[in-house]
């Protein structure tokens, strides 16, 4: 028994050597790693399957005088429907929504173009400037006036109709921001440390909210709040309109996932 340990332990000696040779060529070899594109398909939150148009009419808007807010979403959103929708695009005028709510309430039914709000909402002081959100709370009601969008459905056969409330607006914010900053020692080692450094900052702060509307009914079909807001140095010029793109951009893919499948783009690391 004695006599046959010598030859096990070299046995054993002989697999630890081949195992570590081995490991030592997978180790020179290096694994190889390749970036293959994948695509999500995400389905639509809304059932549009019984409209064959869209109509982005246009939306109760205020903020910044900078920026006409109205008319640059629905340019922006129709573009965007054109090219990663199905549905056809109807142009039209961006419809002025505070005017024709203003007329609304002061025709008290007398305009046949333009239905009355409720007897209860007619004692609703409509802001003719819209500077904040509360200020977009009584316009609220004008989603609600199924005869109005029904009528405007009619007069475009019956689509799907997006309009809401868009509230693009500046802010300003001041305090101590975390950054963080390269050190070396002596020995020309470097490392990085935070650093809280008190900055200044302006930029913008864009609120929509998007209502889909049945143009067969005139009833609500979804509604969807986004807030997205943008800050930079107090010494960077950066004109609104440049802002307000910029913040939308983040908002449209959500948008475009109501209404229609969308696909994913990333990539996912194989390992050879």
């Avoid at 399957?49 to 939306?59: D, K, N, Y």
């Avoid at 020995?187 to 008190?198: A, E, I, S």
């Avoid at 609500?220 to 004109?239: C, D, G, I, K, W």
């Avoid at 307000?244 to 990333?266: A, C, H, W």
Wanted: hydrophobic fraction near 40%; glycine fraction near 6%; proline fraction near 6%.
């Amino acid at each position: 028994m004695t006599a046959l340990a010598p030859r096990n332990q070299n046995s054993r000696g002989l697999k630890l050597g081949v195992m570590a040779v081995v490991c030592a060529l997978v180790a020179a070899c290096g694994v190889t790693s390749y970036e293959v594109p994948i695509e999500t398909p995400i389905q639509p939150k809304l059932d549009v399957t019984a409209f064959q148009r869209v109509l982005i009419a246009g939306f109760v808007a205020g903020g910044t005088e900078d920026v006409d807010v109205n008319q640059e979403t629905v340019r922006l959103l129709r573009s965007q429907l054109r090219s990663k929708s199905s549905l056809r695009v109807i142009d039209a005028d961006a419809m002025p929504l505070v005017t024709i709510a203003l007329d609304q309430q002061k025709s008290n039914g007398g305009a046949e173009s333009a239905p009355a709000p409720p007897v209860e909402d007619r004692a609703v002081v409509l802001p003719e400037r819209i500077r904040e959100e509360k200020d977009l709370e009584p316009y609220e009601r004008l989603f609600a006036n199924t005869a109005y969008w029904k009528r405007i459905g009619e007069e475009y056969q019956n689509p799907l109709i997006v309009t809401g409330t868009v509230l693009f607006t500046p802010q300003s914010r001041s305090g101590y921001v975390s950054r963080d900053v390269e050190q070396y020692d002596s020995f020309g080692r470097r490392r990085v440390v935070p650093v809280r450094t008190y900055l200044e900052r302006k930029g913008f702060i864009l609120r929509p909210k998007f209502v889909f509307i049945d143009g067969r009914t005139g009833a609500t079909m979804h509604a969807e709040s986004y807030r997205e807001e943008v800050l930079y140095n107090a010494q960077q010029n950066t004109p609104a309109l440049s802002s307000y793109f910029e913040l939308m951009d983040r908002l449209v893919p959500n948008f475009l996932t109501t209404l229609s499948s969308q696909k994913i783009r990333g990539t996912r690391v194989l390992l050879m």
